[in-house]
């Protein structure tokens, strides 16, 4: 009989042996076998950080509406002179897009539409517009650049484009705006590259899909929104497809009051020398981007002339005091380099009348004393 305690120790030793031989075997394999995809596919770690990037975006995708950047909470507050456009792409685009529900039940012919274009001159609100119906209507806005569809290997193009549609798909209701709509899809022509016009075609081909119904059974809940100063420019099967169109024009007098309004609101105001009725008037032909680049260098001004003042008097600028820079006046609207070009209304409106009314002159002639500019042809001079 050998020792009981010597078989014992010799047998947990082969086991303990047979356990490392079996641990480095598995982990000899599992080396091998991992590094043969590796082999395969030598663009793993591409692929990769591509998955985890692709993961990262649908997170972010993923987020609540209220989560988004604040630069874009443009509301229709924010516009002033449009409450009618607004009002009429609420009732018939707005609504419709995002309640189908209730337009559904009774007609096809109530589903909203599948294309709206704003169309007008520059700086007359069209962008802003388009931010503040997103804005409202809770609505996914994708601002679809004509960089995002450029691509240099042929037939790429179509693949965004088709990406676009099926991302808005995703995430309806969604609403996909397309600024200067007229550069991606113009007219066109017999001489036009095979890939631009390709691109046309793929986008009309789904743009026709989204008419479908959805799996719901409701339609789809996806709306394609242009703007564009050249409307002549535009494809005559994208205008078919756009069928609410609204003109965004250049702002009449009660538009361009409402817009000095909300643009002065906030600025210090020298009131006994400051006439808002005045200033509607000699900026009649400017567009809403024109009206704010005046106030801003109306706003200026006063600036301008403390800093003046202080440096004469040798005083260092440590720093403004708001309480002793004087409020904008009338004045400061006129003569500035650089600055909007008014001078011209504000010298055709001078020589109708021999001098410029006061509040208290208006409370006792309620005559309009000055010829209605709007119907004529603008007088602000064009700018190089």
């Keep these: 009989m050998g020792d009981p305690p010597s078989r014992k120790y010799g047998l947990l030793q082969d086991l303990v042996l047979l356990a490392v031989s079996l641990g480095s075997m598995w982990y000899i394999a599992q080396s091998i076998v991992s590094s043969l995809p590796t082999a395969g596919d030598p663009d793993k770690e591409q692929h990769e950080q591509a998955r985890i990037k692709a993961a990262a975006n649908l997170r972010r995708l993923d987020r609540r509406s209220n989560d988004s950047d604040s630069d874009d909470d443009t509301d229709d507050r924010d516009i002033g002179g449009l409450d009618d456009i607004i009002e009429e792409l609420k009732e018939s685009v707005i609504y419709p897009l995002t309640m189908p529900h209730l337009y559904a039940h009774s007609s096809s012919l109530l589903a909203a ?92 081909t789904l743009w026709d899909g989204l008419t479908s119904a959805s799996e719901t059974g409701l339609p789809s809940q996806i709306m394609i929104l242009g703007a564009t100063n050249r409307i002549q420019d535009i494809d005559e099967a994208i205008l078919r497809r756009m069928p609410k169109k609204f003109p965004v024009s250049l702002p009449s007098k009660p538009q361009r009051l409402r817009i000095l309004q909300l643009l002065l609101k906030d600025t210090k105001i020298e009131e006994d020398n400051f006439d808002m009725d005045y200033l509607t008037r000699v900026m009649a032909g400017m567009s809403g981007s024109d009206i704010k680049e005046s106030c801003r260098d109306a706003a200026m001004a006063p600036i301008r002339e403390y800093i003046r003042e202080q440096r004469q008097r040798g005083i260092a600028m440590t720093g403004v005091k708001p309480d002793a820079v004087r409020g904008i006046r009338t004045a400061d609207f006129f003569g500035t380099k650089g600055g909007q070009i008014i001078t011209s209304n504000h010298a055709k409106v001078q020589r109708d009348s021999k001098k410029r009314p006061t509040k208290k002159s208006r409370d006792q002639d309620s005559s309009d004393e000055y010829e209605d500019t709007e119907d004529n042809e603008p007088l602000v001079e064009p700018q190089d």
Aim: hydrophobic share 40%; with cysteine.
């Design 113 to 204: 539409p599948s294309g709206v274009l704003l169309y007008g001159p520059p700086g007359c609100g069209k962008t802003m517009l388009a931010k503040a119906l997103a804005h409202e209507s809770g609505a996914c806005f994708i601002n679809l650049h004509i960089s995002t569809l450029t691509e240099k290997w042929y037939g790429d193009s179509n693949k965004l484009v088709r990406a676009v549609f099926s991302l808005a798909r995703k995430l309806q209701p969604t609403i996909v705006f397309i600024d200067e709509i007229d550069s991606i899809l113009g007219q066109r022509r017999s001489g036009e590259h095979e890939a631009s016009g390709m691109v046309k075609a793929e986008f009309m």
